[in-house]
């Protein structure tokens, strides 16, 4: 997976296309990204024990293909490109305006 934990990406898909946020968590099995703030859900919890109940917000994880990261560099939405330095050494870098991630 190109994305990594604390990559700013803007949502393409959805009912939060157009918002930017950081991403929070990753789950490289499945293809999905959590980004707070963003696909966010309610759920109605009914008080157990000693916790109270009452209605609790949550950002559900979005598919990969419905975000993009986010170049602060050249303030544009673009993929990832892997170079590979003669050294073998293997970084990301931004497909549009070619600076190092």
């Given at each position: 997976m190109k994305l990594h934990i604390g990559d700013e990406v803007l949502v393409t898909a959805g009912k939060d296309k157009g918002?930017?946020?950081?991403i929070e968590h990753?789950?490289?099995k499945k293809d999905r990204v959590v980004v707070p703030g963003v696909n966010v859900y309610k759920r109605h919890r009914k008080g157990m024990g000693g916790e109270k109940g009452g209605v609790?917000?949550?950002s559900r994880p979005l598919f990969v293909a419905s975000v993009a990261f986010f170049c602060t560099s050249c303030n544009k939405p673009t993929r990832i490109v892997y170079?590979?330095?003669k050294t073998g050494e293997k970084t990301r870098v931004c497909a549009k305006c070619r600076r190092e991630i």
């Open positions: 918002r930017r946020g950081k990753v789950f490289p609790s917000e949550f170079e590979v330095a």
